[in-house]
Nanobody, 124 residues
Framework: QVQLVESGGGLVQAGGSLRLSCAAS????????MGWFRQAPGKEREFVAA????????YYADSVKGRFTISRDNAKNTVYLKMNSLKPEDTAVYYC?????????????????WGQGTQVTVSS
């Protein structure tokens, strides 16, 4: 069992930056692939970024590629999402997710555990 707690969301102006953190419980964090997803009002939850258990492989949605960076610190049981050049269309609740394998995917149905989400609001 893995419990995930996101933090770092908030209100930022367009062009600004935020760093989201996701703290995980459990001794097997390093064996989980991790992902970030987001859900805007009235829309389905969508893939943002994912990272393999070692951090050697990362994946991004086209909409955030070049602006967002996912990383992890297995010693701290934490995964991060650094978001630069934020746009109003990035406004959403951001969710951290864990997959009980070492290889990440972009499909939300492949993830076993989810955090409660953190709100990111980008003003124009």
């Amino acid at each position: 069992q893995v419990q995930l707690v996101e933090s770092g969301g908030g209100l930022v102006q367009a062009g600004g930056s935020l760093r989201l953190s996701c703290a995980a419980s459990g001794r097997t964090f390093s064996s989980y692939a991790m992902g970030w997803f987001r859900q805007a009002p009235g829309k389905e939850r969508e893939f943002v970024a994912a990272i393999s258990w070692s951090g050697s492989s990362t994946y991004y949605a086209d909409s955030v590629k070049g602006r967002f960076t996912i990383s992890r610190d297995n010693a701290k049981n934490t995964v991060y999402l650094k978001m630069n050049s934020l746009k109003p269309e990035d406004t959403a609740v951001y969710y951290c997710a864990a997959r009980a394998t070492m290889t990440p995917t972009i499909s939300r149905t492949d993830y076993n555990y989810w955090g409660q989400g953190t709100q990111v609001t980008v003003s124009s």
